[in-house]
């Protein structure tokens, strides 16, 4: 059973950088053909893709985040990050950890709720 579980902080101020951390179990993040995602999605709003790394760590940005994300991994800990910089308030949402193949997400992390406030 694929597992995958985000971590960090809740709060977040403008103008700050936010870290987010996902830690997979039951599958490696290098299997072939996988990639593995972040999602959000604001309050009122529907599902936001932001990126991914693909197994052989390649990323892939949506462009509307394309110049403040970055997704990173650490293959040792099987766990992948999120990494959002110049945050503002509409960037307040729960952000979804995913693993996709394809045009497909098959396991989701529960969600965590990400605010951007002062």
């Known amino acids: 059973q694929v597992r995958l579980q985000e971590s960090g902080p809740g709060l977040v101020k403008p103008s700050q950088t936010l870290s987010l951390t996902c830690d997979v179990s039951?599958?490696?993040?290098?299997?072939?053909?996988?990639?593995w995602g972040w999602i959000r999605q604001p309050p009122g709003k529907g599902l936001e893709w932001m990126g991914v790394?693909?197994?052989?760590?390649?990323?892939f940005y949506a462009p509307l985040f394309e110049s403040r994300v970055s997704i990173s991994r650490d293959t040792s800990k099987s766990q992948f990050f999120l990494r959002l910089t110049s945050v503002i308030p509409e960037d307040t949402a729960v952000y979804y950890c995913?693993?996709?193949?394809?045009?497909?997400?098959?396991?989701w992390g529960q969600g965590t709720q990400v605010t951007v406030s002062s």
């Open positions: 039951g599958d490696s993040i290098t299997t072939s053909g996988y990639a």
């Open positions: 995913v693993r996709q193949l394809k045009g497909d997400y098959d396991y």
């Open positions: 790394i693909a197994y052989d760590g390649s990323t």
